[in-house]
C-alpha cells in the first residue's frame, strides 16, 4: 500500500469519531510526495500547529501544486515559503553560504516545487484555524487522548531524519511523555533544544512567522543541525 493511502485511512478513520463540525473542517497533511520523499538527501518532517483557514483541501496537494496551480500560487503562504528556504539549507548544509545567494537560489519557482515535493507537513490540529492561532482550540484538540493517539498512527509512518518543531514542542512532549521528558532534552553550544529517538533528530524550534531577521532563523537552525549531526 503506497504511503498515501496508509495517510488517509488514518485520517478516514480519525474524521469518522469527530464531531461533524469538525469533519467538514478536517485538513488532511503529511508527505507530499513519496518518491521524492524516499529519494531526499534528509528526511525533513515539519511539526506545526495548524493550517490557515479554509475547508475541503488537502495540504499536500496545496504543497505539491504550491507554483503550478492558479489557486494555489494566488494563496501562496509566508509561513510555507520559510519552510522552503529552511529545507534548501538542510538539504544542502552549507551554513557558510551566502545569505543572498539563499535568496536567489531558492527564489525560483522550480527549486521552491522541487524543495517542497521532498518534505513532510505535519499538524497538531487538523481542523483550520485563522491567522493568530486560537490556543485554547489548539490545546484542546491537541492534547485530547484519541486525536493524540491518531496523530500518533499517523507519525509511525515516517521515519524522518529531522523533526523541526515550528513552536509545537511542547505538543510533541504531551504526545510522548517519557520519550521527550525534560530530562531527555539536550541544548547545542548556541542553546537550541534537541533530542534523539532511535536515528531521528528532534529540533524545538521556533514558528516559521516569528518575527525576526530570516537570516538569523536560518543559520541557527542549520548552526543546530550541524553541530547535532557532528556528535552522533
Not at 496551480?69 to 529545507?87: G, K, V
Not at 490545546?139 to 515550528?166: I, W
Amino acid at each position: 500500500m503506497i504511503l498515501a493511502e496508509r495517510e488517509n485511512g488514518i485520517f478516514n478513520e480519525w474524521k469518522s469519531n469527530l464531531p461533524q463540525e469538525q469533519r467538514v473542517n478536517f485538513i488532511p497533511d503529511g508527505i507530499v510526495d513519496e518518491k521524492r520523499w524516499n529519494e531526499a538527501k534528509v528526511k525533513v518532517l515539519y511539526l506545526l500547529k495548524e493550517v490557515n483557514g479554509g475547508t475541503d483541501w488537502d495540504e499536500r496537494e496545496y504543497l505539491a501544486g504550491y507554483n503550478t496551480i492558479p489557486e494555489f500560487i494566488n494563496t501562496h503562504s509566508p509561513s510555507i515559503d520559510a519552510l522552503i528556504t529552511w529545507t534548501y539549507g538542510l538539504m544542502n548544509g552549507n551554513p557558510d553560504e551566502l545569505w543572498s545567494k539563499v535568496l536567489s537560489t531558492t527564489a525560483d519557482k522550480a527549486v521552491q516545487s522541487a524543495l517542497l515535493s521532498e518534505i513532510g507537513v505535519v499538524n497538531f490540529k487538523k481542523i483550520s484555524g485563522f491567522g493568530v492561532t486560537d490556543l485554547k482550540s489548539l490545546d484542546a484538540f491537541a492534547t485530547e487522548s484519541y486525536n493524540q493517539e491518531m496523530l500518533r498512527k499517523q507519525l509511525a509512518l515516517y521515519h524522518p531524519d529531522v523533526v523541526v518543531c515550528g513552536g509545537t514542542a511542547y505538543y510533541l512532549t504531551a504526545l510522548y511523555e517519557e520519550d521527550f521528558a525534560a530530562k531527555k532534552w539536550n541544548t547545542t553550544n548556541r542553546g537550541v533544544p534537541y533530542a534523539k529517538k532511535e536515528s531521528t533528530i528532534y529540533i524545538d524550534f521556533c514558528h516559521p512567522l516569528i518575527r525576526a531577521p530570516k537570516n538569523m532563523i536560518y543559520y541557527s537552525l542549520l548552526d543546530a543541525v550541524k553541530e547535532i549531526e557532528g556528535l552522533r
